[in-house]
RNA sequence: GGAGGGGUUCCCGAGUGGCCAAAGGGAUCAGACUGUAAAUCUGACGCGAAAGCUUCGGUGGUUCGAAUCCACCCCCCUCCA
């Protein structure tokens, strides 16, 4: 353990922000020390955006130290109106309770619990939130607040003066939630940093003033950047949505192809932040692509090691093996076995209907499957010969009569159609067994 | 409680009686070019295969005709008490 760790962050430009910067390196060099990060709860799944603390704690956890990751029951009641243009929707407590459950397991699969006194914990605000009484909370942790002070934060700010939208007391109140947080995690675990994403920066400082106010406890913070593509275009989103870490949400092949589809320009800094391979590595890797022809090879890298690290060997293999079917153009190639396990391994399918029960047009049905959010781009695509049904370009001419196009006869193994919606999306459709 | 401002299609933002499914920009989708990139160019972009149907906070009304006018209601913001 080591502040080594630290030159290794700022390579990798994981670190934004630093409270106490001068005194945390000789503090981490000091022993194994304790540091927690927050997830609230605000759907069933975390999503990549939450990837980088994730990996940061245990980044912190293979240096030595002790990683605490906290859910954020009581938190997540509440909502944390940093850098949110707009109130949010209250979630009720059952809902909420739901969602800890998923994002402990979720979270726990990214720290170490068998790793002596390193050996991660899984906290939960609720647990020392939930019996106290207005007045307490008031009187000994609202009195070290100045409200002066949290309405120039900057996390806060266009809520307060932005026309167009304000902020409630109750998500006002966030900031002194999360604050105790870090005070009570100082207490009970001694620890004495906390982690978080930049738009963090004004609760975690907030923290540090409330744990040496109760306490005497001093404590550090350190943000992490946000995660920006070179286009301007938000991290994370693809065109069917957010990026989950839960593969039921988010399978492992579309999670490995959200990766493989990284712009150059940002793949070697996502290097960096996602994986745990060394700066020198990478640098070599970049080099290495500069002089090749043609398509760089450090997205396929990226690709392989982040979706390793969420969704293990199994869903590695499962990613590669639907990319390598669809994209290397040996369908036919490809047994019934094959088919199935693609199938099974998170290739969009469905089942056809019978010929009798067939939608009347090809727009349907491939929006039914979930191809196109609406009948005109499919539309657009068939008549730019954008649609493929195993290889061959359907035209607009086909549109009326999908059943006399996914017939037995066109079929692979006599059921099976794998339609290709302009370069990347595809579906699995299959007729019943015969 | 008082005064004022505002709610338009995914987002921003025009439109203030017919020519409006609604300008423009962004996002998104598709094509060309490529490397399942980037940049650029082209097309699409409420729903529908089409006929046609449904939109401009809500409900009623005026009118041959409303996003646009009237009434009431809901929500948001600003200032004052």
């Given at each position: 353990m080591s502040s080594a760790l630290l030159t290794d962050l700022r390579a990798r430009g994981l670190i934004f922000q630093a409270a106490g910067e001068e005194q945390l390196p000789e503090w981490l060099d000091g022993g194994v020390r304790t540091l927690y990060c927050g997830f609230d709860p605000t759907a069933d799944s975390l999503h990549i955006g939450s990837l980088v603390p994730l990996l940061m704690l245990r980044r912190f956890q293979l240096a030595g130290h002790r990683p605490l990751a906290l859910v954020g029951g009581a938190t997540g009641l509440i909502g944390d109106p940093s850098f949110k243009a707009q109130e949010r929707q209250l979630n009720t407590p059952e809902v909420i309770a739901g969602w800890v459950d998923k994002i402990r397991q979720q979270v726990s699969r990214?720290?170490?619990?068998?790793?002596?006194?390193?050996s991660a914990i899984v906290v939960n605000n609720l647990d020392w939130t939930r019996d106290m009484d207005v007045l307490t909370f008031l009187r000994d942790?609202?009195?070290?607040?100045s409200v002066n002070a949290m309405i120039q934060k900057e996390s806060v700010k266009q809520r307060i003066e932005r026309e167009g939208s304000g902020i409630s007391f109750t998500e006002f109140t966030y900031m002194i939630l999360q604050s105790y947080d870090f005070a009570e995690l100082s207490k009970r675990y001694g620890c004495g940093l906390q982690i978080g994403g930049s738009d963090q920066w004004g609760n975690i400082t907030g923290g540090i003033d409330l744990a040496r106010r109760m306490y005497g406890n001093q404590v550090y913070g350190l943000t992490m950047p946000l995660i920006t593509k070179a286009d301007g275009t938000k991290f994370g989103k693809t065109e069917s949505g957010t990026v989950w870490l839960d593969p039921v949400r988010t399978s492992p092949y579309a999670f490995y192809q959200f990766w493989l589809n990284t712009a150059d320009v940002d793949v070697y800094r996502f290097l960096k932040y996602f994986t745990f391979l060394p700066v020198a590595e990478i640098d070599v890797l970049e080099r290495a692509d500069e002089q090749r022809q043609g398509r760089p090879e450090a997205q396929s890298v990226l690709a392989r090691e982040v979706t390793r690290l969420v969704h293990g060997n199994e869903g590695l293999v499962a990613a590669q093996r639907i990319t390598e079917a669809l994209f290397s153009?040996?369908?036919?190639?490809?047994?019934a076995a094959d088919f199935e396990q693609l199938r099974l391994d998170g290739l969009p399918a469905s089942e056809l209907p019978e010929a009798a029960s067939m939608p009347a047009t090809l727009t349907q049905l491939l929006t039914e499957a979930g191809?196109?959010?609406?009948?005109k781009q499919v539309k657009d695509a068939l008549a730019r010969n954008a649609v493929l049904c195993n290889g061959r370009p359907l035209g607009w001419g086909d549109n009326e009569q999908p059943a006399a196009v996914l017939t037995p006869d066109n079929a692979l193994h006599g059921r099976y159609f794998v339609v290709r919606l302009g370069k990347k999306k595809y579906h699995l459709f299959y007729g019943k067994a015969a």
């Open positions: 990214f720290v170490d619990f068998d790793a002596g006194e390193a942790v609202g009195k070290h607040f153009d040996n369908l036919s190639t490809l047994s191809m196109a959010p609406s009948g």
